[in-house]
C-alpha cells in the first residue's frame, strides 16, 4: 500500500512512516498541505493520512482537493485530538476519523479498511 503521511509536526509523521515501512508498506511524508497535494500527483497514493489542524491548508481543505483532482483514488484517513473534527460539516471528503493520540495497530487496520 502507498501511503501518503500529512503532519505539519515532522516528528509524528516521521515516526507513523518507519512503523507503516515496517509494516511493509511505501511511506512517505508531507509537512503541508502543499507538499501533499504535490507529492500525491506522482505518488498516487492508496491512502492518505493528515493532520486535520494545520496552518495555511487545513485538513478538511486537502481531503476535498484531493478527491476532486490530485487523488480520487485515495483513502482519507483524518487524525485530530478534537473529537468533534468528525462532526465538522467539511469532513465529508474524509472517509474516516481518528483521535489523537492513536494507536499504531488501530491506524494500520484504519489505512487498509479494516477497522471493523
Not at 500525491?40 to 497514493?45: G, Q, R, S, V
Not at 481543505?61 to 468533534?84: F, M, N, T
Not at 473534527?85 to 471528503?93: E, I, K, V
Amino acid at each position: 500500500m502507498k501511503v501518503l503521511l500529512v503532519d505539519d509536526y515532522d516528528a509524528t509523521a516521521r515516526t507513523f512512516q518507519k512503523l507503516f515501512a515496517g509494516a511493509g508498506h511505501d511511506a512517505i511524508v508531507a509537512n503541508s498541505a502543499a507538499q501533499a497535494i504535490e507529492a500525491a500527483k506522482t505518488f498516487m497514493p492508496d491512502v492518505v493520512i493528515t493532520d486535520i489542524m494545520m496552518p495555511e491548508m487545513d485538513g478538511y481543505d486537502l481531503a476535498k482537493a484531493l478527491k476532486e483532482e490530485h487523488a480520487p483514488q485515495a483513502r482519507i484517513v483524518g487524525l485530530s485530538a478534537y473529537p468533534s473534527a468528525s462532526q465538522d460539516s467539511r469532513s465529508a471528503y474524509i472517509d474516516a476519523h481518528l483521535q489523537k493520540p492513536v494507536a499504531f495497530r488501530k491506524l494500520l487496520a484504519t489505512a487498509l479498511g479494516t477497522e471493523n
